[in-house]
């Protein structure tokens, strides 16, 4: 199986590496709209493996084996994919350019299918006008070890086609869960306004920064507290999946909170920018910005 990646961001890289780890899979073109862009999202995927071989989970020999198989270039590469998994930036007219593109100039395979990794819009929206409808294949970061796939069928998605990507998601050793089209799916809809709640436990002073992590640590047994998983997950993406679902649903239960515009507008995007609600240092440890 040939499978295309198109965006190679922090998801982009590491569905690709999830793909380029299955032996089904002989070829990933992971794409960008620049070329080092994409290289960029090659490099961490042998940063990654480097890690394993390092720890003695995975020898050079098949971490070699298996960055051989991405090919790095811009979107007019993925010419004869089996399946195209788009994971670009989580904005409806920049989805909807892509898979248009890629249908009517750049893959030639007429039975390949198409993925989108949206984390909150709509498939149908994204799949309107376009020759081929297209499905949800919504992975978690980190994209390599995160074992659910929530498939999301649109109006027009073929029964065939779920039941493909349902096998697809099987084969690439994850768990696949049906879902039907609602904004945020289960898992966005339910964790997202969480982590918006915690920017306004923390904006309203109720506590600070590291007080919050480690109350819903301790006192829920989650691994990581909500201001530390957003800024895991991307603050942009954070505050995009908010407005969708208030645009959605007009409920203001889901209105962003106003810290959260705030940081995403000064680019304090999180892990990715180096700095969110925790700044990011050089020796991989962080420190809560309110404690700077
Ligand atoms: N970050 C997460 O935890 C997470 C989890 C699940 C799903 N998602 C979804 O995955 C998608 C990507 O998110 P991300 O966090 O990887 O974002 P990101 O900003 O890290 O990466 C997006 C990449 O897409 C590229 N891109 C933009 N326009 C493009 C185009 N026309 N063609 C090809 N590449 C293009 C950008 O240059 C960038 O490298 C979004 O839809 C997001 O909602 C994110």
Do not use: W
């Amino acid at each position: 199986m040939k499978v295309a990646v198109i965006g190679a961001g922090t998801m982009g890289s590491g569905i690709a590496q999830a793909f380029a780890q299955c032996d089904a899979v002989e070829t990933v073109y992971l794409c960008d709209i620049k070329q080092e862009f994409a290289d960029g999202g090659k490099s961490k995927i042998e940063k990654n493996l480097g890690r394993l071989v390092k720890k003695e989970k995975m020898t050079q020999e098949a971490a070699d084996a298996i960055v051989a198989k991405v090919k790095t270039g811009l979107n007019t590469i993925a010419t004869d994919p089996d399946l195209v998994v788009e994971a670009a930036l989580e904005v409806m007219d920049i989805k909807k350019a892509c898979f248009k593109e890629l249908q009517e100039n750049i893959v030639k395979n007429p039975d390949c299918i198409y993925a989108s990794n949206t984390s909150s819009l709509s498939i149908t929206e994204i799949g309107a006008g376009l020759k081929t409808p297209i499905i949800g294949m919504h992975l978690f970061n980190p994209a390599p070890v995160m074992k659910l796939i929530e498939v999301i069928s649109g109006a027009n998605t073929p029964k065939e086609t779920t039941e493909k990507v349902i096998e697809i998601s099987k084969t690439l050793g994850k768990t696949p869960v049906q879902v039907n089209e609602a904004p945020g799916f289960v898992v966005n809809r339910i964790l997202i306004p969480l982590i918006n709640e915690g920017i306004f436990v923390y904006s309203e002073g109720i506590s600070d920064i590291e007080g919050i992590d480690t109350a819903m640590k301790l006192g829920c047994n989650h691994p990581m507290g909500p201001l530390e998983l957003g800024d895991y997950v991307g603050l942009d993406i954070v505050l995009a999946i908010m407005d969708v679902l208030y645009n959605e649903t007009k409920d203001s239960k889901y209105r962003a909170c106003g810290l959260l515009r705030k940081m995403v507008r000064a680019g304090h995007l999180g892990v990715k920018s180096g700095i969110g609600f925790y700044k990011y240092n050089e020796d991989r440890t962080k420190t809560p910005v309110d404690k700077l």
